[in-house]
């Protein structure tokens, strides 16, 4: 998981195992690899011997999704609000950039207190205790580089460079500062016989902490006498640089030559010599290279101690000066380690060389080697655009190289975080503010999240709306539509049709609807048709089976002058289906039969005229397709019942018709005096 770390993933494949491996990136995440035998330009072009003798295997091999972590999933989330505040917050100052900086290593510090709290709550030996303790290696290394990128490029208030890198240096360097505390509360007067006490006040020095190693001092059974009273006055003496003390550069060289020249001279004339340990840090101070040599064998890492050299040597260091400093301490470095150097540098120590030198290209190429699936890298190169700190080259305007890499990197992660099937919505937030090859992705990579319920079928829906995709939400309707008809739930169909406003598929359903009519003389859902109100415009199919269930809540409620008006207008208004004929005109039959005429010789005519001009023909055509050989059998009319009495029907719609014609004339025409 460091850059020195090498991967190694076995890959069991037989024929690879006689012949060889090729593969191919896919994506820059995933690579594909088979079996392939080297081709040389002197081959003769035959199969070979491998041919034939093996089956063919193709691979995917992909980096573990380390984000998908329960104990992860919270920096996830709260980084996306972070990033979504970032791209819309309208008033976008320097402070603002700091604050979000800020927020950024807060979410890092929360999360690795959540990663040493499951570490803890683990088996010592399972195998989870690994994974943490690596993201834990991981992510410290993430905040250290941003905390250094934090003070040296985003906090643009500040233009001390050394006092900053000192700080940076105690932050994540705590033990001296650790260990002065707990011996200032105790203040114990026999401090100085614990094993850690010069140890300390010279890790107080290195990290400038001047005051408080004199406060540590003072507590030494031997501060009375003359050569610490004289160690006390030449530390309180110590000229301080301040960009904002008032005292200008110039001058404060001046008199740091002259105080350091007069330190020197007392160290040479042995004023310290009878405790070794008062002039090693004097001689600290002074930048001896004997002794900060020895203080570098004891190191941790090469940049432990850099700030407090700096502090001593170039106080006034600004950052762009830092580059020949860096250089020249890591030479030191690595000649009291025995070392050659850069080659010896873990991964952490080569980001933070990267960031000192100002070499923020090869610290953005750095950060993509660390295995958290690209968040640090994306998340570091926007806030750095946003606030103009990101400079690829020192030649030329390089805005368009940042601006693309910016983009290039928040699609891959947005790309990356949709094909998961738990953080796609996240996703969707970074794409929308990536290139505008992210914003068609959004509407490609919505439609291939599996859907497995309604809810999400839901969630998904909003989602596009949110984003304006208003031709995923139909897409996602017309799948609902089908596996809704797949699994017979008929009502869920209806409603995701309805949803999708595709007249196609609300027919669809619908037929499903009046089929069900035809074959059982029950109508389904009776409460969904209920409550369609205007959306049954949608289609006229959809039309006619919510009036047609209307008609059927007149004739339940013995409303029979609604339900005959309605009959009668649905027999006029061109919308009823083929098969729908024969039920249609046979619900006419108990109106038309009633004691009272219900429907008057006008109406009378028309339902007379429908059973000759509509039910008639469609009997007879379904006659001849009976004896047609080549029928397909099933069709529509065979679902219906009174299918096989078609004759009958007819029979009784034109008694029923002629009976109420009578009645309904004698009535008409019979004057009323």
């Known amino acids: 998981m460091s850059g020195n770390e090498e991967n190694v993933c076995v890959v069991a494949d037989k024929l690879s195992e006689m012949c060889g491996l090729t593969g191919k990136f896919i994506t820059n995440e995933l690579i594909s690899v088979h079996g392939f035998q080297p081709v040389l330009s002197t081959s003769r072009d035959v199969p070979t011997k491998f041919a034939n003798t093996s089956e063919v295997n193709v691979f995917h091999i992909s980096q573990a999704f380390a984000l998908d972590d329960s104990v992860l999933r919270g920096l996830v989330s709260e980084s996306s609000s972070i990033f979504y505040n970032l791209q819309t917050a309208k008033d976008k100052t320097s402070e603002f950039y700091l604050h979000t900086s800020r927020s950024y290593r807060s979410a890092i510090r929360a999360t690795l207190n959540k990663l040493r709290e499951a570490i803890d709550d683990e088996d010592s030996n399972s195998d989870d205790v690994k994974k943490y303790e690596n993201f834990v290696t991981i992510f410290y290394s993430i905040e250290c580089s941003w905390h250094l990128c934090e003070f040296l490029l985003i906090d643009s208030s500040s233009i001390s460079t050394v006092p900053n890198l000192l700080e940076w240096t105690k932050f994540h360097f705590p033990s001296p500062s650790q260990n002065a505390a707990e011996m200032l509360i105790n203040l114990d007067r026999d401090v100085d016989v614990r094993s850690n006490y010069w140890v300390t006040v010279k890790g107080l020095i290195l990290q400038g902490q001047i005051d408080i190693a004199r406060a540590l001092l003072k507590l030494h059974s031997s501060?009375?006498?003359?050569?610490?009273?004289?160690?006390?006055?030449?530390l309180q003496s110590m000229p301080i640089f301040s960009s904002h003390g008032g005292l200008s550069l110039q001058k404060f060289r001046s008199q740091w030559s002259y105080w350091s020249t007069t330190l020197i001279s007392k160290i040479d004339s042995g004023l310290y010599s009878t405790e070794p340990d008062l002039e090693d840090i004097m001689k600290l101070i002074t930048g001896d290279k004997a002794t900060w040599m020895e203080v570098c064998k004891d190191s941790n890492c090469w940049y432990e101690h850099f700030a407090g050299f700096l502090f001593f040597t170039q106080p006034s260091a600004k950052y762009f000066e830092l580059g020949a400093?860096?250089?020249?301490?890591?030479?030191?470095?690595?000649?009291?380690?025995?070392?050659?150097?850069?080659t010896n540098l873990n991964h952490l120590e080569r980001m933070v060389l990267a960031v000192l030198k100002n070499d923020m290209a090869e610290f953005i190429h750095s950060i993509q080697d660390i295995a958290d699936n690209k968040w640090f890298v994306v998340h570091l190169t926007d806030l750095l655009v946003h606030c103009d700190q990101l400079r690829m080259s020192n030649e030329g305007d390089n805005t368009s190289l940042v601006i693309a890499l910016r983009e290039n990197l928040i699609y891959d992660y947005g790309a990356m975080l949709m094909s998961r099937g738990s953080l796609w919505e996240i996703g969707?937030?970074?794409?929308?503010?990536?290139?505008s090859e992210g914003l068609g992705a959004r509407e490609i990579l919505l439609q291939r999240i599996p859907i497995k319920n309604d809810l999400q079928a839901t969630n998904v829906i909003a989602v596009a709306r949110r984003h304006g995709l208003a031709a995923i939400e139909q897409d996602i309707c017309r799948v609902m539509v089908k596996r809704s008809m797949s699994l017979h739930n008929y009502g869920n169909a209806l409603e995701w049709a309805i949803r999708s406003?595709?007249?196609?598929y609300v027919t669809k359903v619908a037929n499903v609807f009046l089929f069900h009519y035809c074959k059982t003389g029950k109508m389904l859902h009776k409460d969904l048709l209920a409550h369609v109100g205007a959306k049954m415009f949608i289609s006229p199919r959809l039309l006619f089976l919510v009036k047609y269930f209307d008609f059927h809540r007149y004739f339940s409620s013995r409303a029979l002058a609604q339900a005959a008006e309605l009959l009668v207008n649905l027999l006029d208004s061109k919308i009823i289906p083929e098969f729908f004929w024969p039920s249609l005109l046979a619900d006419a039959i108990p109106l038309l039969e009633h004691n009272e005429p219900i429907i008057p010789s006008k109406e009378t005519y028309i339902i007379m005229h429908h059973l000759e001009s509509n039910l008639i023909p469609f009997i007879e055509k379904k006659n001849r397709q009976r004896e047609n050989i080549n029928t397909d059998h099933g069709d529509d009319i065979e679902l219906n019942l009174i299918d096989g009495?078609?004759?009958d029907l007819v029979q009784l719609l034109r008694l029923a018709c002629a009976r109420n014609l009578s009645r309904a004339m004698i009535i008409e025409n019979t004057l009323i005096h």
């Open 501 to 504: 406003r595709d007249n196609i």
């Open 325 to 342: 400093s860096v250089n020249s301490w890591l030479s030191q470095w690595a000649s009291s380690k025995g070392s050659s150097g850069f």
């Open 428 to 435: 969707m937030d970074y794409l929308e503010f990536s290139s």
């Open 223 to 234: 501060s009375e006498t003359m050569t610490f009273q004289l160690a006390e006055k030449d």
């Open 645 to 647: 009495y078609p004759d």
